[in-house]
């Protein structure tokens, strides 16, 4: 079935650091990728997508590559903020198929 | 612009006692799922639809029942209410390119 992976966490930066959230996903056919973003008290935003291999999703200075061939959708960023703190989850969804989400993953970033 | 509408915001129950969770989508999504997040913890899938008169299980559905009588409507039902539900609880509907659209929250106090 459907599955998808993410790195645990919490993980912890300074501002203006480099981030890297891996993802990987196991999944027949081609599923579309996305990552969600939880602000504290909040519900889930959708941060990006792509939506078929080799797109690239990107958002408010996040970016993520959908690579088949690794079944990898790492989320990137090049300048953390102390702003962007907040839970990350990675999903998958596949035709005709329920949503599957990654277990989230806490960001804090130090200022 | 409504989305995903979910009520009560806010509830405190008493152990025992029952109550509905309602949720409502004016986006004329096939899929609906109902999600629990414990504090500091990842999405759990309750109960989902694939259109209106079809429900099935997620990962925790005991203690919870659904309906789908309607496109628009996914209404929620704790019975027998027990602190093991204390949660937030979200609604969502995706739409037919997967992308998921969620509710902003139900936090349920069981005491």
């Known amino acids: 079935g459907n599955s998808v992976t993410q790195m645990e966490g919490p993980v912890t930066l300074s501002e203006e650091a480099f981030l890297t959230i891996n993802c990987t996903y196991t999944a027949t056919g081609y599923p579309s990728l996305f990552w969600y973003v939880q602000y504290p008290g909040e519900g889930l935003q959708l941060l990006l997508k792509a939506t078929k291999a080799d797109d690239k999703g990107s958002n408010k200075g996040f970016e993520a590559t959908y690579r088949k061939e690794t079944t990898s959708f790492h989320l990137e960023k090049g300048s953390v903020q102390v702003s962007d703190s907040a839970v990350y989850f990675c999903a998958l969804g596949n035709r005709d198929d329920k949503i599957i989400f990654g277990k989230g993953t806490r960001l804090h970033i130090l200022p | 612009n409504a989305g995903v509408t979910q009520t009560p915001k806010f509830r405190i129950l008493k152990i025992g006692q029952s109550m509905t969770l309602q949720c409502t989508q004016d986006?004329?999504?096939?899929?609906m799922y109902w999600y629990r997040q414990d504090p500091g913890m990842g999405l759990k899938l309750i109960y989902y639809s694939v259109g209106a008169g079809i429900t099935d299980k997620g990962e925790v559905p005991n203690g919870y029942n659904v309906s789908r009588s309607t496109t628009e409507d996914f209404p929620l039902r704790l019975e027998l209410a027990a602190p093991s539900q204390t949660s937030v609880y979200f609604c969502a509907s995706t739409d037919p390119g997967n992308t998921i659209y969620f509710g902003e929250g139900s936090w349920l106090t069981v005491v």
């Open positions: 986006m004329n999504h096939n899929y």
